[in-house]
T-cell receptor
Framework: AAGVIQSPRHLIKEKRETATLKCYPIPRHDTVYWYQQGPGQDPQFLISFYEKMQSDKGSIPDRFSAQQFSDYHSELNMSSLELGDSALYFC????????????FGSGTRLTVV | GENVEQHPSTLSVQEGDSAVIKCTYSDSASNYFPWYKQELGKRPQLIIDIRSNVGEKKDQRIAVTLNKTAKHFSLHITETQPEDSAVYFCAAPDTGRRALTFGSGTRLQVQP
């Protein structure tokens, strides 16, 4: 079965640069969630989108923005990168904003140097 | 928002022994409690979940129990194997948001 696809798998950026992470949900899923997981930390909810509109907002910094497109894929845009932004970024998808049983993509490891 | 506390932070057991990880939550309205297993550098994988209308759920060597009155739930792994070694996270619905709040994780090491 198709899973959540994230790209790129790894990304290295310098401080103050920008980065764009992409998430392709499971086919027919209309909701996308973004989580950030720092080294040795638990995943922290950033933001979610349902039917191309922002659904819920978590601890997403103002330097970050995200959107969901007509094909339901989502992009997380990160500007003015800081060393503390180095983390694993996971995307999950579900149908109709349900949190029951949703699964994560393989993640993007962002390293800011 | 929801506050999820998880204990212990590390757990070492001998192969074949049982392992128990416990979590407490703060929002009495929470009704869904998943458990995720995460190997180093990989994504969290859902291994079992329970909804508030049942007190226990079992899947082979893994079981989860829920005590709504006390607001705690536990993961039980029996007959542990080295491949069970990983970090385990409990989670509960975030208050007011359709997302999950995770516990701080338990690093389980199964010694062969």
């Amino acid at each position: 079965a198709a899973g959540v696809i994230q790209s790129p798998r790894h990304l290295i950026k310098e401080k103050r640069e920008t980065a764009t992470l992409k998430c392709y949900p499971i086919p027919r899923h209309d909701t996308v969630y973004w989580y950030q997981q720092g080294p040795g930390q638990d995943p922290q909810f950033l933001i979610s989108f349902y039917e191309k509109m922002q659904s819920d907002k978590g601890s997403i910094p103002d330097r970050f923005s995200a959107q969901q497109f007509s094909d339901y894929h989502s992009e997380l845009n990160m500007s003015s990168l800081e060393l503390g932004d180095s983390a694993l970024y996971f995307c999950a998808s579900s149908l109709s904003v349900t949190i029951y049983g949703y699964t994560f993509g393989s993640g993007t490891r962002l390293t800011v140097v | 928002g929801e506050n999820v506390e998880q204990h212990p932070s590390t757990l070492s057991v001998q192969e074949g022994d049982s392992a128990v990880i416990k979590c407490t939550y703060s929002d009495s309205a929470s009704n869904y409690f998943p458990w995720y297993k995460q190997e180093l550098g990989k994504r969290p994988q859902l291994i079992i979940d329970i909804r508030s209308n049942v007190g226990e759920k079992k899947d082979q060597r893994i079981a989860v129990t829920l005590n709504k009155t006390a607001k705690h739930f536990s993961l039980h792994i029996t007959e542990t194997q080295p491949e069970d070694s990983a970090v385990y996270f409990c989670a509960a619905p975030d208050t007011g948001r359709r997302a999950l709040t995770f516990g701080s994780g338990t690093r389980l090491q199964v010694q062969p």
